[in-house]
């Protein structure tokens, strides 16, 4: 069963950084494009933070563009996202996804992530 796991997730102030990581367990395969997602508390749904490519093609929300780096660790389906200037709006759980093909997503269980003011 694949297994996506996240971890650097924690309490950080305004203005701080926080680098989170995904890998993923029990696959043969690699995702043709890994990415984050966040929940903020009280919100139904995850939005979209930002994706990479198994060609390298990054993709970011706007609202973090030039503040978060998505990148892909050498370790097969392993992705980061290293986070700057961090604001209390950030706070949210962030969830790791690992597409194969079009549509064959699989996500990990989501890591904390706090930014006091």
């Known amino acids: 069963q694949v297994q996506l796991v996240e971890s650097g997730g924690g309490l950080v102030q305004s203005g701080g950084s926080l680098r989170l990581s995904c890998t993923a367990s029990e696959i043969t395969f690699s995702f043709n494009r890994m990415g984050w997602y966040r929940q903020a508390p009280g919100k139904k749904l995850r939005e979209f933070v930002a994706?990479?490519?198994?060609?390298?093609?990054?993709n970011y929300a706007d609202s973090v563009k030039g503040r978060f780096t998505i990148s892909r660790g050498n370790a097969k389906n392993t992705v980061y996202l290293q986070m700057n200037s961090l604001k209390p709006e950030d706070t949210a759980v962030y969830y790791c996804?690992?597409?194969?093909?079009?549509?064959?997503?699989?996500w990990g269980q989501g890591t904390q992530v706090t930014v006091s003011s």
């Open positions: 994706t990479i490519t198994n060609k390298n093609t990054t």
């Open positions: 996804k690992g597409t194969l093909g079009l549509i064959n997503d699989f």
